[in-house]
């Protein structure tokens, strides 16, 4: 096995509305052929908070200010059987008072959609993922407790 490189990533859980009417922001890939969170690599010099906003925009064409951390996740890959990606995601909350356009990056997408909850649990591709739309959801009904 040759080199392994370490990527570092940034994304957000992107969720619009209040409670019934609460929906989550999910991508859909083409290649390969997913359904994922805004996410993407840190550019040199970037945190982030800023790369995840950046990503957002990029990917979903919404402009938000990211929230809460969510956390972080950690996983491995093979490129293309040569080398090992270390990937970190660092995932944030962003909040929309009410659901805007969609604007997904056509290159990338075919698909972006505000999806109920429990849909874009079922819809997204990855655990890790899930995870943090659980995590975004759990915090929103414990703000929504605390007012």
Known sequence: ????????????????????RLRVAVLHRRSPDEWRLPKGKLRPGEGPREAAEREVKEETGLRVTVGPALGRTEYEYEEQGHRRIAKQVWFYLAWLPNLEALRPERTTFSEALWARPEQALSLLTWENERQMVQRALSLLARLASET
């Open 1 to 20: 096995m040759g080199e392994s490189i370490r990527l570092e990533s940034a994304g957000a859980v992107v969720v619009a509305g209040h409670s019934a």
